[in-house]
């Protein structure tokens, strides 16, 4: 607002003046007559060399003060905590003070300020939600912060801003506000070891047996991995690798089959499963609720 009264004042001289010249030195009818002409004025040159400086100087102070309250360093009152740690090419989001660990799509309740703390697990990325909060960078061995709050329910679509590699374009970002008693049910979930469900095909039992749990946690059943998305509530997701495909059994079989053909030179191997294999372990995937 204040920008706009120095250029509000600022226009309406400047028009005023072009205005009334025009009215005031028109010519009239045939009279054509030369005005004096002048060269150069101290205090005219004086004036619009020192009045610019001192506005812009004015702005300055001002931006400055807006910044450094945004910049926040410490969480606001009742904000919730996220630490956000980018990974060539997926995000992880842990939520330290409930205790659990996701990724690719952060829950917020509606209305409550979100402080992160963004990471990085490899090399530089760029957290932004371009119609939740301005970008900030994750730097390897540096923790930077960044809030924001969403005053209305919906899935605000993000995307990492800093080239980071092979898949930079497919590490999308989902944040999904929502009213806190349904944010309170998801949490209420994600904090729960994954369901133990008896599967036909003993797909937990080949999901054990192969490399799978070299990189990804399932709570309650492996935990030796934290390289790779946790995957104890995949089924909670709209999305798998950090948003490049929708969840769907079969888009996991695709993915098992093959994850370049989702992602290419993404970091999951192609692991050269058999169909059998995929089959059983999508079912126990498809149990991760
Ligand atoms: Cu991560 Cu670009």
């Known amino acids: 607002m204040l920008v706009f009264g120095v250029i509000g004042i600022i226009f309406v001289i400047t028009q005023g003046a072009l205005v009334w010249s025009l009215i005031r030195y028109r010519a009239k009818g045939n009279e054509i ?68 660990v996701t990724a690719g799509e952060l829950h917020v309740p509606k209305g409550v300020p979100v402080f992160l703390d963004l990471r990085s697990a490899d090399v530089i990325h760029s957290f932004w939600v371009p119609r939740l909060s301005g970008k900030t960078d994750c730097i390897p061995n540096r923790e930077n912060h960044l809030w924001f709050q969403a005053d209305e329910i919906g899935t605000w679509y993000g995307q990492c801003a800093e080239f980071c590699g092979t898949q930079h374009a497919k590490m999308l970002i989902r944040v999904i506000s929502e009213e806190e008693s349904e944010f309170e049910a998801w949490v209420a979930n994600q904090k729960l070891d994954a369901p133990q469900v008896p599967t036909p095909l003993n797909g937990k039992e080949m999901f054990l047996s192969l490399a799978c749990v070299n990189c990804h946690n399932v709570n309650g059943i ?68």
């Open 222 to 289: 492996m935990m030796q991995g934290g390289f790779a998305p946790n995957l104890t509530h995949l089924m909670s997701r709209d999305t798998i690798a950090s948003g490049a495909a929708e969840n769907t059994p079969e888009n996991l079989k695709k993915w098992l089959r093959d994850p370049n053909s989702i992602k290419d030179e993404c970091r999951m191997p192609n692991m050269m499963l058999t169909e059998t294999q995929i089959d059983s372990l999508v079912e126990f995937l498809t149990t991760l609720k």
């Open 33 to 100: 007559t030369e005005p004096p002409q002048i060269y150069g004025s101290n205090p005219i040159e004086l004036a619009w060399t020192v009045i610019p400086i001192l506005i812009v100087f004015i702005l300055f102070l001002v931006t400055t003060r807006t910044i450094y309250s945004l910049d926040m360093q410490e969480p606001p009152e009742g904000a919730l905590r996220v630490k956000v740690t980018g990974h060539q090419w997926w995000w992880e989001f842990e939520y330290p003070d409930l205790d659990f």
